[in-house]
């Protein structure tokens, strides 16, 4: 309402200027007709130079409510582009894991902030200037019109040409708009996924071929833009042939009815001022119409985002320790992304403060028991207990706060040593992080570093081996104090004397937990309580050491073809 208002002050004293430039203009031109130019200046100096403060005073005051107009709209144009952000990048946090493989990286990253703009610009200096049109035309449509009617007719004749000419760019340029936008979020998401994953592109010598790829995305965007380009440098120019096109018609109009004396000579100063004004109103119609379109473009990107609906929620809010005793029910889970069955009708039972450990060979379902555990997805069939409770009913943030979970894929923030470890618990001291440090055997690793747990790792921790990087993630995991701990074998790239240090840290460590370790690799260093053999998502073994040494199948082999390669 403030900017509103703003607005309106701003142009009613705007157009209050041209009014007084028009008695100044007929009173000279009156005195001037029977007084000497000397007469004049000695006579009516006072005069002329008040009309010249009337005409500072309402361009001050206009200035000073366009300033306010300005605070106001962009202001709040910004505030509400920071809420948008900010509801935005919450709504993605809430979404599971089949929603972050579905869509690309770039592309949100687009919405969040490309399209993010766009709107902004709609609520801020197109809502501004788009106020300024209306009221402007309004007043000083009013104001031509007060003068003189026949006058104003002609001034104004070509504007109706200029609203069919608007109406039909604008349905193009949303077209070519929404184009656009699309055609940078795919842009973003190319860059996206080389940048994540440069190693792999320079490992394989495939920068070119990426390069070409991208160049020709990067035409097809030029070529876009372009088209959008053509059609604004159409419509301003036609915009400004027919602003000019109403100034002719108003010097010639004018010059016939001052001939007749129906008008005075400073009504067509006046009428050339109005017009003047109306100038870059009429021309940002096409800008604004521009930025409108492309914001219905974006906010229509936006809205699609915001509507769909996270398919995991939080049921409740119970903040509670767990004793840890975890039930797979008949648990059947198909990726909804992929439809790949990666679990059929999976049971098992882990007491709490045990240890259970996961087999099998590549893709036969073990991550995949981690992840339904922290529920990054929902069964599709089955139940899972939490101390019997399913999943399902408990406090989504409490379980995943009270599992510390180590995956294969190990990511670090670009950030310090000691604040990556420090992410697992936000007001651990420092004797904490160093502890958990030597727990998960990278202490020394850090000593060495020149600037020791202050050191910045890099962007997913690119400064760090791959061992390294494993071994800050279990320490990140453990300084959490869990009740259950997932490790999805996170050992993969350590040495036989790194492993074996690790592990006798472990057992120490997960005496009192319940545990599930998914690994390629048998240990004869944790003791574990049960293990599960996963085959094509099914259990194919069950038992304990003891009991599936005894047995033939993929546990013996497994432990026959390790025995063998150790000698």
């Known amino acids: 309402m403030l900017g509103t208002l703003f607005v309106g002050l701003s142009n009613l004293f705007l157009v209050m200027v041209p009014r007084q430039i028009r008695k100044a203009l007929d009173f000279i031109l009156d005195k001037t007709a029977n007084a000497e130019a000397n007469e004049l200046i000695d006579n009516y100096n006072g005069a002329i130079l008040k009309f010249a403060a009337v005409v500072i005073g309402l ?17 709040m144009s910004r505030l509400i582009e ?4 900010k509801e935005l990048y919450d709504h993605y946090q809430k979404f599971d894991f089949a929603f972050f493989k579905i869509n690309k990286t770039g592309d949100l990253m687009a919405r969040i902030s490309e399209d993010v703009s766009k709107v902004r610009m709609y609520l801020g200096p197109a809502l501004m200037y788009g106020l300024t049109v209306l009221m402007l035309f309004t007043f000083v449509i009013f104001s031509m019109f007060q003068v003189n009617s026949k006058l104003a007719l002609y001034s104004l004749l070509p504007l109706p040409f200029l609203s069919l000419s608007i109406y039909y760019v604008s349905s ?166 992929t439809g790949v069955l990666a679990l059929n009708n999976v049971s098992f039972k882990l007491e709490s403060g045990k240890k259970l450990a996961v087999l099998g060979r590549t893709a036969s ?40 979970y180590v995956p294969q894929n190990v990511f670090l923030f670009s950030d310090t040593i000691g604040k990556n470890i420090k992410f697992g618990k936000q007001n651990a001291s420092e004797s904490e992080i160093t502890k958990y440090a030597q727990k998960a055997a990278i202490e020394q690793d850090i000593i060495e570093l020149p600037e020791q747990f202050n050191t910045v790792i890099g962007e997913r921790g690119v400064t760090l081996s791959g061992g390294q990087k494993q071994r800050l993630s279990i320490a990140r995991a453990l300084i959490k104090n869990p009740d259950i701990v997932i490790l999805d074998d996170c050992l993969s790239a350590l040495d036989a004397n790194t492993e074996h ?20 690799r048998i240990s004869n260093l944790i003791d574990f309580d049960k293990i599960i053999v996963l085959d094509h998502g099914k259990v194919a073994q069950e038992g304990t050491h003891e009991e599936l040494i005894e047995i033939e199948g993929y546990y013996k082999q497994l432990l026959k073809s390790q025995y063998e390669s150790n000698n």
């Open 172 to 337: 193009i340029i949303h077209k070519r708009s929404d184009l656009i936008q699309k055609q940078i979020a795919k842009l973003s998401s190319i860059s996206q996924e080389v940048y994540s994953g440069i190693r792999v592109v320079k490992s394989y010598v495939k920068e070119n071929q990426f390069l070409d790829y991208f160049d020709k995305q990067s035409e097809d965007y030029r070529l876009k833009s372009l088209d959008l380009a053509k059609v604004n440098a159409l419509f301003f120019p036609l915009m400004i042939l027919l602003v000019s096109l109403s100034t002719l018609l108003t010097i010639y109009i004018g010059g016939l009815l001052v001939a007749k004396d129906e008008i005075s000579a400073g009504n067509i100063a006046e009428f050339v001022i109005y017009i003047n004004y109306l100038t870059w109103p009429i021309t940002s119609i096409g800008w604004i119409a521009s930025i409108i379109q492309q914001a219905e473009a974006s906010q229509k990107r936006i809205n699609e985002m915001l509507q769909i609906k996270p398919g995991i929620t939080n049921p409740v809010s119970d903040p509670i320790k767990f004793d840890g005793t975890i039930e797979f029910k008949n648990v059947s889970f198909r990726y909804p992304d």
């Open 365 to 404: 379902g073990k991550s995949t028991i981690a992840d339904l555990l922290l529920r990054f997805y929902d069964v599709s069939e089955g139940n899972i207990l939490v101390d019997g409770k399913d999943i399902s009913s408990l406090d989504i943030n409490n379980l995943r706060e009270r599992i510390a």
């Open 59 to 75: 361009s001050l005051l206009m200035g000073l409510f366009l300033y306010l107009m300005r605070k106001t709209l962009i202001v």
């Open 501 to 520: 240090k690790i592990l006798s840290y472990l057992e120490d460590e997960l005496g009192d937990k319940t545990s599930i370790i998914i690994t390629h």
């Open 82 to 85: 920071y809420d948008m952000r």
